[in-house]
């Protein structure tokens, strides 16, 4: 069966430092790998999206970047930390369309 | 631009009394439309999957129904269990391979 793996699972950083998710993904193989942000009082909201090593999408024009460095491997970074990229970060591979999500990284900045 | 709204934002029940909450989207081409449940600081567990409008899914005390325009998911003789946050969500048009859009959500709270 397929599993998913995110961490760290909460993270406290201060602004301005830089930050790196990583998610890794078992059981499949050459998925479709996505980066979501759920902040407070606001739906998920779809950040990166990778279908292979080395082929990054960015739907939300931030401060974050994302790679792929393996085919199952998914890291999103920055380099400076804005206090509004606070909130739970979702790793995710999708299946005929529907999204199998990890276990979220909480990133607190402060 | 696709849109899902999800209404109640928050519902209250108590134990045993059944309800329905809205999922209103609005998409070019409907490719599906799915239901997750989302418990505090986990990732979203997926309910459901419904394609064409009249479809119908049943998992123990939740049923999802779609329509043209919207999907309700009707629970019904609700525990306290079934406390969590209820998403739907369709799938992005904006070229993201499969990426979906979701709703806010409806928190709902099952009272003993």
């Known amino acids: ?110 | 631009e696709d849109q899902v709204t999800q209404s109640p934002e928050a519902l209250r029940l108590q134990e045993g009394e059944s309800s329905s909450l809205n999922c209103s989207y609005t998409v070019s081409g409907l490719r599906g439309l799915f239901w997750y449940r989302q418990d505090p600081g986990k990732g979203p567990e997926f309910l459901f999957t419904l394609y064409s409008a009249g479809e119908e899914k049943e998992k123990e005390r939740l049923k999802a129904t779609l329509t043209k325009k919207e999907s309700f998911l009707h629970i019904t003789a609700p525990k306290p269990e079934d406390s969590a946050t209820y998403l739907c969500a369709v799938p992005y048009s904006g070229g993201g391979a499969d990426g979906l859009t979701f709703g806010k959500g409806t928190h709902l709270i099952i009272q003993p």
């Open chain 1, 1 to 110: 069966s397929q599993t998913i793996h995110q961490w760290p699972a909460t993270l406290v950083q201060p602004v301005g430092s830089p930050l790196s998710l990583e998610c890794t993904v078992e059981g499949t193989s050459n998925p479709n790998l996505y980066w979501y942000r759920q902040a407070a009082g606001r739906g998920l909201q779809l950040l990166f999206y990778s279908v292979g090593i080395g082929q990054i999408s960015s739907e939300v024009p931030q401060n974050l970047s994302a790679s792929r460095p393996q085919d199952r491997q998914f890291i999103l970074s920055s380099k400076k930390l804005l206090l509004s990229d606070s909130g739970f970060y979702l790793c995710a591979w999708t299946l005929s369309g529907r999204g199998n999500f990890g276990p979220g990284t909480r990133l607190t900045v402060l």
